[in-house]
C-alpha cells in the first residue's frame, strides 16, 4: 500500500464522521466541553491579567525612575541648574513593560467579550 492511498483513505474516513464527532466551524472537534464563545471560566483569566498588567505598571514606573539620574553641577557651569542622566537598560525595560501590559489590557478584553457570549439578534 502506497503512502498516497493510504493518506486518501484517512481522509474519506475523518470526512464520513458520525454523529458522535460534531466538529465546529472552524473545524476543530467538540471533546464534551463548551467550544470557543460563553466560558464564563475566561473572566477569571480576563481578572488575571488585569492584576498582571498592575503589577507591570508598577514595575514600569518602577524601572523608569531608575533609570533616570538628575545630577546637580553645582557653580561649576554658569547658567546650567542640572542634568538629566539616562540609563538605557532601565528605560529599555520600563518600555518593553508598558508594551507587555498594553498586549495584556487588550487580552484581557478580547477574554472578556468571549467569556460573555456572542449576541443573539
Same mark, same amino acid.
Given at each position: 500500500? @502506497?503512502?498516497? @492511498?493510504?493518506? @486518501?483513505?484517512? /481522509?474519506? *474516513? %475523518?470526512?464520513?464522521?458520525?454523529?458522535? %464527532? /460534531?466538529?465546529?466551524?472552524?473545524? *476543530?472537534?467538540?471533546?464534551?466541553?463548551?467550544?470557543?464563545?460563553?466560558?464564563? *471560566?475566561?473572566?477569571? #483569566?480576563? $481578572? #488575571?491579567?488585569?492584576?498582571? #498588567?498592575?503589577?507591570?505598571?508598577? &514595575?514600569?514606573? &518602577?524601572?523608569? @525612575?531608575?533609570?533616570?539620574?538628575?545630577?546637580?553641577? +553645582?557653580?561649576?557651569?554658569? +547658567?546650567? %541648574?542640572?542634568?538629566?542622566?539616562?540609563?538605557?537598560?532601565?528605560?529599555?525595560?520600563?518600555?518593553?513593560? /508598558?508594551?507587555? /501590559?498594553? #498586549?495584556?489590557?487588550? %487580552?484581557?478584553?478580547?477574554?472578556?467579550?468571549?467569556? $460573555?457570549?456572542?449576541?443573539? *439578534?
Amino acid at each position: 500500500m @502506497s503512502r498516497v @492511498s493510504s493518506v @486518501s483513505e484517512a /481522509a474519506a *474516513r %475523518d470526512s464520513a464522521g458520525s454523529a458522535d %464527532d /460534531a466538529r465546529t466551524a472552524r473545524g *476543530r472537534r467538540r471533546t464534551g466541553g463548551r467550544v470557543g464563545v460563553h466560558r464564563p *471560566r475566561r473572566a477569571l #483569566v480576563a $481578572i #488575571v491579567e488585569l492584576l498582571l #498588567v498592575a503589577l507591570a505598571i508598577w &514595575a514600569a514606573v &518602577a524601572a523608569w @525612575s531608575h533609570g533616570t539620574e538628575t545630577i546637580d553641577p +553645582g557653580s561649576t557651569i554658569a +547658567g546650567v %541648574d542640572s542634568f538629566t542622566r539616562y540609563h538605557g537598560g532601565w528605560i529599555a525595560t520600563a518600555v518593553g513593560l /508598558a508594551t507587555a /501590559a498594553a #498586549v495584556l489590557v487588550l %487580552d484581557a478584553a478580547r477574554q472578556l467579550v468571549l467569556a $460573555i457570549g456572542p449576541r443573539h *439578534r
